[in-house]
Nanobody, 127 residues
Framework: QVQLEESGGGLVEPGGSLRLSCAAS????????MGWFRQAPGKEREIVAAINWSGGKTYYADSMEGRFYITRDNAKNTVYLQINTLRRDDTAVYYCAANTNDNTGNYYYKESDYNYWGHGTQVTISS
């Protein structure tokens, strides 16, 4: 079993930055792909970014590239999402997820590829 706990969300003014963290416990995720998703009010959950087990391969949704950065620290069993130049439409609940079923070294961008999810952290962008 893997437990994922997101943190770092909050209320931020437009133009600001945030770093979200996703700490894994119960079992190491060092050899597994991880991803960040978000769900805005009234919308479906969407992929933000994904990273393979080593951090050497990353994926960003088209609309996210340039302001979002996914990294991981396997020594800390933690994945991060840096978000810069925050905009009001970044307001959403941000979730991290782990794929513990595959060890190919790839990243994954579909929700159905992930078998463990955190409860999410709220990010609200408002002045």
């Amino acid at each position: 079993q893997v437990q994922l706990e997101e943190s770092g969300g909050g209320l931020v003014e437009p133009g600001g930055s945030l770093r979200l963290s996703c700490a894994a416990s119960g079992r190491t995720v060092n050899s597994h792909a991880m991803g960040w998703f978000r769900q805005a009010p009234g919308k479906e959950r969407e992929i933000v970014a994904a990273i393979n087990w080593s951090g050497g391969k990353t994926y960003y949704a088209d609309s996210m590239e340039g302001r979002f950065y996914i990294t991981r620290d396997n020594a800390k069993n933690t994945v991060y999402l840096q978000i810069n130049t925050l905009r009001r439409d970044d307001t959403a609940v941000y979730y991290c997820a782990a794929n513990t079923n595959d060890n190919t070294g790839n990243y994954y961008y579909k929700e159905s590829d992930y078998n463990y999810w955190g409860h999410g952290t709220q990010v609200t962008i408002s002045s």
